[in-house]
């Protein structure tokens, strides 16, 4: 009996251990409570850990976060039935199932059951990795060419569900979410993958579509909580809203033939530079015109005018309207300020169908400190560097690129592309080059760190340029950039392999002061200042040049060009007539800011229109000048000798350069054929008649303009249409024409061919 007993009760203790341990095998292996107490705090870094579906000694387990949800249910997304309720072990919103009688992973979705409504759901934590083994690789080592295929939002199809892959770069955040209007802005909601080889963070949304708002939140490394725009938006909130919006990576814009040769040496380039938000305006409330009737309105007279290249000062997203983007945030996204990123290519896309190249001021000097941008991105100097007097701009209050860092060297020679290659921009003008490769860049002693030679040469941002010149040069043939350079540094444009920094052209700031300074003077003063028209012929040929009157030559107190000019207004018209055409015959490409082009006499103001009124009514001096700078474009594009030798030294002759009393000046411009055209000028008010000017080249010469013109409300002195020379010594040469230069003016002549 006894033994009996005992057998009994072995049985028994046999069946419970066996009942607990079933019991036990059905039970979910629960994480510990801090790490739940974490993830629902939204500090917990490694979601996937945690998250999704996941074998486990019990069997088949899932677990999900839904904050607010009072029934969670999961449910094979094959057969749309479900498979079991998720228990909610922690009243904050932490749910766990263990899935019965499966073994393996499948396709499974979420029912959740809220207060009001129920939805059916896609887990972001059942997804892989994103980012490819090679792109990692190349974006650790600041050699991808397209980041932007890989960083930022993107729309996608991941296992057959719609969503947006995220991406972003912040290394030292101890964690990082997606929030958006598709989760309540609740940052404890979608906590990202970090990929600790390239401390990029990463994660798939199931369901977000384009157009909806969103931003980064990133727990910093000091354990502060911030909201960040994303680096990489194609899309951004207008001042004052600042959140980032998904928006489709644009398509490839053809680099044709035709484009590619348009920005050529031997190519007449007359560059119309231009504010979208000021160049006209709405009359009834002075509000910007949009992308498209910027395109209806702006292409044409472009077109009319007969400009070659339209060059827009920066487009991108920017929180001042006062820098006039040049103190960009959203170096991705086209400003919303005047339409979408789709209106802004179909401008784009209009001027090409034009004719007209398109050039874009792009901004690598500096960017804004603004909370919501780059600075101090995850609580470390990431995209700028950490020591003011290296990484803060004093004269604009701005930060200064770690040009030194591979990611940040990405991020912005992949933007140069991105807008070459996904909006069809032929060219980019870089702005303030100088403050980018000189470390003592208006500051004074010790106010500046050395390079590691102990010089003031900021080497990481000069292997920049050269790296994003030489790259720009080899994956997007014939676009070219500008080069914003106040100093001699020596080959801005020779390429990098010759130890120059690899731009096509350089902006003359040398020559446009001099010329500026020597035009302001009283005509009767000219005399002493002579050289400064000349000096320019002396480094012609060191780079090859652009002729710029600006933007920034017509603002803080600079005066309009018009207002420089001296004397009467008579006289006033009269010089910008004649130092246009002295521009528009002087080796180099050309460059006017809007306005300029019809004499506005004010300085130019970035909140309101130009002065359009200035042509309304009876035919005046401002049309004269209008009409002038057209009939010199249209006369510069179809004179060869005018634009297909600038940067070689036979395309161009002295003929008269010392004539001090007069002021007058006269050179010759010729095109690989050796035809001739013959430039003088004129800056006094005093009529030279039977001028003699010296000729390496006898024949009959046309007078194809002269800026004295009654066309151009000039006096209308001139010689009849035509010149003969005659065999008469002069200027050291054998044979000479005799002519009449007008006041303040200057002639085109063109040598007939025989």
Not at 79 to 87: A, E, I, M, P, S
Not at 517 to 546: I, S, W
Not at 700 to 705: C, D, G, P, V
Not at 729 to 734: A, C, Q, T
Request: charged residues 20%; hydrophobic residues 35%.
């Amino acid at each position: 009996m006894h033994d009996k007993h005992n057998g009994e009760r072995l049985k028994n203790v046999a069946l419970r251990d066996h009942a607990i341990k079933q019991r036990e095998k059905n039970m979910p292996v629960l994480p510990d409570r801090d790490v739940i107490n974490q993830l629902i705090s939204g500090n917990y870094a490694d979601p996937f850990s945690l998250l999704g579906m996941h074998v486990t000694a019990a069997g088949l387990q899932v677990r999900a976060l839904f904050p607010d949800a009072s029934e969670v249910w999961l449910v094979d997304a094959q057969t749309g039935r479900r498979v079991t309720q998720l228990d909610c072990l922690e009243p904050r919103g932490f749910f766990c199932a263990t899935v019965p009688r499966r073994k393996n992973p499948f396709h499974y979705q979420f029912s959740v059951k809220w207060q009001q409504h129920q939805q059916l759901l896609e887990d972001p934590y059942r997804f892989g990795t994103l980012l490819q083994e090679i792109d990692s690789w190349l974006l650790a080592e600041g050699t991808h060419l397209r980041p932007y295929e890989r960083l930022g939002a993107h729309l996608s199809e991941l296992d057959g569900v719609a969503g947006v892959s995220f991406a972003v770069w912040a290394p030292n955040a101890q964690r990082v979410s997606v929030v958006g209007e598709f989760n309540f802005w609740d940052g404890r909601r979608h906590p990202m993958r970090l990929r600790k080889e390239n401390g990029i963070w990463e994660l798939f949304l199931p369901g977000v579509s384009a157009g909806q708002l969103y931003k980064y939140e990133i727990i910093d490394c000091y354990g502060n909580t911030q909201l960040k725009a994303d680096p990489y938006a194609f899309e951004a909130q207008m001042r004052p809203d600042t959140a980032s919006l998904v928006a489709p990576l644009p398509e490839v814009v053809e680099n044709t033939t035709q484009r590619q040769q348009a920005n050529g040496f031997d190519r007449p380039v007359s560059i119309y530079e231009v504010h979208l938000g000021s160049w006209r305006r709405h009359s009834d409330n002075n509000f910007w015109l949009s992308y498209q009737e910027l395109a209806e309105q702006l292409i044409p007279y472009v077109k009319q005018m007969g400009f070659t290249h339209l060059e827009l000062l920066p487009i991108n997203e920017h929180p001042f309207d006062g820098s006039w983007g040049y103190q960009p945030l959203g170096l991705y996204a086209p400003t919303r300020r005047f339409g979408t990123p789709a209106e802004f290519r179909a401008f784009v896309a209009a001027a090409h169908q034009a004719g007209i190249n398109v050039i874009l001021d792009w901004v690598p000097g500096h960017f804004p400190s603004d909370a919501y941008g780059l600075a101090n991105f995850d609580g470390t100097a990431l995209y700028e560097y950490a020591d003011p007097r290296e990484g803060f701009h004093q004269d604009w209050n701005t930060l200064i690129y770690n040009y030194g860092r591979h990611e940040v060297r990405n991020y912005l020679a992949g933007n140069a592309f991105f807008w070459l290659e996904r909006y069809g921009i032929d060219g980019l003008r870089v702005d303030a080059v100088a403050s980018m490769i000189y470390r003592d860049y208006s500051r004074a002693e010790g106010e500046w760190v050395p390079n590691y030679y102990g010089g003031n040469e900021n080497l990481e941002a000069i292997a920049f340029l050269r790296y994003t010149n030489h790259t720009l040069g080899k994956a997007r043939p014939g676009a070219v950039t500008l080069a914003e350079e106040s100093t001699d540094y020596p080959g801005v444009t020779l390429p990098p392999e010759s130890n120059g920094l690899g731009f096509h052209y350089k902006w003359n700031l040398g020559w446009m002061h001099d010329t500026l300074n020597y035009m302001q003077c009283d005509p009767v003063h000219r005399k002493y200042h002579h050289n400064q028209m000349t000096f320019g012929m002396l480094y012609a040929y060191t780079e090859n040049f652009v002729l710029p009157i600006s933007h920034d030559e017509v603002v803080h107190g600079k005066r309009s060009v018009l207002d420089r000019m001296p004397g009467d207004a008579w006289q006033k018209f009269a010089n910008l007539r004649a130092y246009y055409g002295f521009m528009w015959a002087h080796p180099g490409k050309k460059l006017l800011f809007m306005g300029c082009e019809f004499a506005q006499g004010r300085e130019w103001n970035f909140d309101t229109s130009l002065d359009w009124h200035l042509l309304e009514g009876l035919d005046g001096w401002h049309h004269g000048v209008q009409r002038l700078v057209r009939d010199l474009n249209h006369c510069y594009q179809n004179t060869p000798p005018l634009y297909q030798r600038d940067y070689l030294p036979d395309g161009f002759e002295w003929l008269v350069v010392d004539d001090f009393d007069n002021s007058v000046f006269a050179f010759a411009r010729y095109d690989a054929d050796g035809n001739q055209l013959i430039a003088v000028s004129n800056f006094t008010p005093v009529p030279r008649h039977q001028y003699r000017i010296g000729l390496s080249q006898p024949g009959t010469y046309r007078e194809i303009l002269n800026t004295d013109s009654h066309h151009y409300h000039g006096s209308n002195t001139g010689n009849q249409g035509r010149v003969q020379s005659q065999a008469i010594g002069s200027h050291g040469r054998d044979h000479s024409i005799d002519i009449t230069v007008p006041p303040l003016a200057t002639l085109y002549l063109l040598r007939e061919a025989p």
